[in-house]
């Protein structure tokens, strides 16, 4: 099959591009008001896209507390989310009001970073902390600007939790992150093997 995107007659049940573009990681994204408040949400487009330096980006569909809280304040961390925390990370994805804690709704502990002034979850197996870089609206092939907000960040410090260390590594097979599929469908990247890039003959 074949659907041109200006019309999006796919002519399925479901439009199937976020499926196709999977899986994704997931940023667990936490941040601080102007008015002190907190909050945290997850975000499914959400990668890390340099290491040097180490950069990360989150895009939100719409004007989101989060990206509010990010523009006021320049800090954000990003909790990893394991397949132990998948269902506090579906709790936080609701739409509470703001200034209303997700932390507090899904029962989880809030840890401050030590280099930005921003909330992550204590729970989670590896923590980043990120100054904000830029804030952009990408724009589409008319020049016009899409609906989602786009934040990319640096991130200054990283926390990881000994349990999920072994062998020198953060071992995936003991932290077992969590994809966004298509729909309302995850998986569990568990399942890990190693492969080594080909030499040349």
């Known amino acids: 099959m074949f659907y041109d995107t200006t019309s999006n007659k796919h002519g399925l049940s479901h439009d199937p591009f976020k499926a196709i573009v999977s899986p994704r990681p997931i940023g667990w994204i936490g941040t601080r008001g102007a008015d002190g408040s907190h909050n945290l949400a997850p975000y499914s487009f959400f990668n890390a896209i340099s290491d040097r330096p180490k950069l990360v980006m989150f895009s939100s569909s719409g004007h989101k507390d989060s990206v509010r809280n990010i523009e006021a304040t320049g800090m954000f961390t990003c909790s990893f989310v394991g397949r132990d925390l998948v269902d506090q990370m579906n709790v936080t994805s609701i739409a509470a009001a703001y200034g209303e804690s997700e932390f507090d709704i899904a029962g989880l502990t809030m840890q401050y970073g030590q280099l930005v002034e921003a909330p992550f979850v204590g729970e989670a197996l590896a923590a980043l902390e990120c100054r904000m870089t830029e804030v952009m ?41 969590i994809g966004r599929m ?12 190693e492969m080594m890039r080909p030499k040349r003959p």
């Open 137 to 177: 609206r990408p724009r589409t092939l008319d020049g016009s600007e899409s609906e989602s907000w786009v934040v990319f960040g640096q991130v200054v410090g990283i926390h990881i939790r000994d349990e999920a260390i072994r062998e020198g590594r953060f071992d995936m097979a003991t932290a077992r992150p």
């Open 182 to 193: 298509g729909y309302m469908d995850y998986c569990d990247a568990g399942d890990v093997f």
